[in-house]
């Protein structure tokens, strides 16, 4: 194989809890990863030296893509010519750099074929802390700092995702955190997921990081004002923000939620995967 072109889905965390700080300066998490059908396209063509190009989005030249083929040429000497086509949103809190990063990693050992999965599992955890489940996608609990996961019962799930101007600094948000937090019911958001209860879920949607980033960019509260006006059941900032869900009942429901959203940077009808 000399090519292949893979997706690289966007991810939500439907409840995210920041246990503590631990001794390396990273804060161990507690969260439930929710992949959806949004995502970039990442094309990997079999080359000699590596080259990163991007479509939609300027990638700085030090990106999550080139660290991941460098990792992987480190390991196995193989180069690849990589092509971005940028969907997902930066500083959203949606995995866009970490899911790019997996899908490459993923690419280059479609092609190559050179390591196993198990170090390829830890090539991803050594660029970024979201990207072992941007390999695995559906939904997850991670824990750790994100690279512990473990496979949960999901169910069909249907969001608006919004998105202001300013985003957050996943950096700045951490160093002004004040611990403990109020954490999220991590057991009853699996259960109400495995009953496929919609409406049982709702209420556990949560995050610890929104109160705090809502005050670093306060038009967050405004978004998620906006998707509970426009009838959603719950709405909940993911990851570090600065995007905001909302949770519907259907999809009609959503896409006819959908023009309230339009006024903010970002907007889209989304569904869970996997």
């Given at each position: 194989?000399?090519?292949?072109?893979?997706?690289?889905?966007?991810?939500?965390?439907?409840?995210?809890?920041?246990?503590?700080k631990r001794s390396d300066g990273y804060h161990a998490l507690d969260s439930i990863m929710q992949s959806i059908d949004l995502f970039d396209t990442v094309s990997i063509e079999r080359a000699s030296d590596i080259v990163v190009t991007?479509?939609?989005?300027?990638?700085?030249?030090?990106?999550?893509?080139?660290?991941?083929?460098?990792?992987?040429?480190?390991?196995?000497?193989?180069?690849?010519?990589?092509?971005?086509?940028?969907?997902?949103?930066?500083?959203?809190?949606?995995?866009?750099?970490?899911?790019?990063?997996?899908?490459?990693?993923?690419?280059?050992?479609?092609?190559?074929?050179?390591?196993?999965?198990?170090?390829?599992?830890?090539?991803?955890?050594?660029?970024?802390?979201?990207?072992?489940?941007?390999?695995?996608?559906?939904?997850?609990?991670?824990?750790?700092?994100?690279?512990?996961?473990?496979?949960?019962?999901?169910?069909?799930?249907?969001?608006?995702?919004?998105?202001?101007?300013?985003?957050?600094?996943?950096?700045?948000?951490?160093?002004?955190?004040?611990?403990?937090?109020?954490?999220?019911?991590?057991?009853?958001?699996?259960?109400?997921?495995?009953?496929?209860?919609?409406?049982?879920?709702?209420?556990?949607?949560?995050?610890?990081?929104?109160?705090?980033?809502?005050?670093?960019?306060?038009?967050?509260?405004?978004?998620?004002?906006?998707?509970?006006?426009?009838?959603?059941?719950?709405?909940?900032?993911?990851?570090?923000?600065?995007?905001?869900?909302?949770?519907?009942?259907?999809?009609?429901?959503?896409?006819?939620?959908?023009?309230?959203?339009?006024?903010?940077?970002?907007?889209?009808?989304?569904?869970?995967?996997?």
């Amino acid at each position: 194989m000399d090519r292949t072109t893979e997706r690289a889905y966007a991810k939500l965390n439907l409840t995210l809890g920041v246990l503590y700080k631990r001794s390396d300066g990273y804060h161990a998490l507690d969260s439930i990863m929710q992949s959806i059908d949004l995502f970039d396209t990442v094309s990997i063509e079999r080359a000699s030296d590596i080259v990163v190009t991007s479509t939609g989005m300027q990638l700085p030249y030090d990106n999550t893509v080139r660290r991941a083929a460098e990792q992987y040429r480190a390991l196995t000497g193989r180069s690849a010519h990589i092509r971005v086509t940028k969907r997902i949103p930066a500083e959203a809190g949606m995995g866009g750099g970490s899911a790019d990063a997996a899908a490459t990693l993923l690419g280059l050992q479609k092609i190559y074929g050179e390591a196993d999965e198990k170090t390829l599992f830890e090539l991803g955890a050594s660029i970024g802390a979201d990207v072992p489940f941007c390999m695995r996608g559906g939904v997850q609990r991670a824990e750790g700092i994100g690279e512990v996961l473990t496979p949960l019962r999901g169910m069909k799930l249907y969001f608006v995702v919004a998105k202001p101007k300013e985003g957050v600094s996943t950096k700045k948000l951490f160093s002004l955190l004040k611990l403990p937090r109020t954490m999220p019911d991590t057991t009853a958001c699996i259960k109400a997921l495995a009953a496929g209860d919609m409406h049982a879920l709702a209420p556990l949607l949560f995050n610890a990081l929104e109160e705090p980033a809502i005050e670093l960019v306060p038009e967050i509260g405004a978004v998620k004002a906006a998707l509970l006006e426009a009838g959603a059941l719950a709405a909940c900032m993911t990851g570090s923000g600065s995007a905001v869900f909302g949770l519907f009942e259907t999809r009609e429901l959503a896409e006819t939620a959908l023009p309230n959203l339009e006024k903010f940077a970002f907007s889209r009808v989304c569904e869970s995967i996997g």
